[in-house]
Nanobody, 116 residues
Framework: EVRLVESGGGLVQPGGSLKLSCAAS????????MSWIRQAPGKEIEWISA????????YIDDSVKGRFTISRDNAKNTLYLQLNSLKPEDAAMYYC?????????RGQGTLVTVSS
C-alpha cells in the first residue's frame, strides 16, 4: 500500500522559510517520479513542483520559481520541498503526490500558514 506522510508545515512570517518533507513507503520510491501540490481554502489545486525518479529532471511552477526547491533522497525514501521567501499567498495545505503531475496518490498534507 502506497503511504505518503508529509511534515514540516507551520506558521511563518512573510519572507520566512520552511522545509517540507514527505516520507514514502509501500512502493519503490527510487523508481517513482514525485510531485508537490498545494490547495488553499476555496481555491483549485496547484501543481507546483515535480522531480524525476533520478532527481535530475525537475518542474517548478512560475508562481514559486526562484523561491521553492524540490529535492529527494532515494536512500531515505523521502521527498523535500524547501520554501523560501514565503508570501501570504503561499499559505495552503501542501501535499506530496506519487507521480509526475497532480493526480496520483497523495498524503494527508501539511499546513503552511504565512502571517505576520
Amino acid at each position: 500500500e502506497v503511504r505518503l506522510v508529509e511534515s514540516g508545515g507551520g506558521l511563518v512570517q512573510p519572507g520566512g522559510s520552511l522545509k517540507l518533507s514527505c516520507a514514502a513507503s509501500g512502493f519503490t520510491f527510487g523508481n517513482s517520479d514525485m510531485s508537490w501540490i498545494r490547495q488553499a481554502p476555496g481555491k483549485e489545486i496547484e501543481w507546483i513542483s515535480a522531480i524525476h525518479s533520478g532527481g535530475v529532471a525537475k518542474y517548478i511552477d512560475d508562481s514559486v520559481k526562484g523561491r521553492f526547491t524540490i529535492s529527494r533522497d532515494n536512500a531515505k525514501n523521502t521527498l523535500y520541498l524547501q520554501l523560501n521567501s514565503l508570501k501570504p499567498e503561499d499559505a495552503a495545505m501542501y501535499y506530496c503526490v506519487k507521480g509526475w503531475g497532480p493526480y496520483g496518490t497523495r498524503g494527508q498534507g501539511t499546513l503552511v500558514t504565512v502571517s505576520s
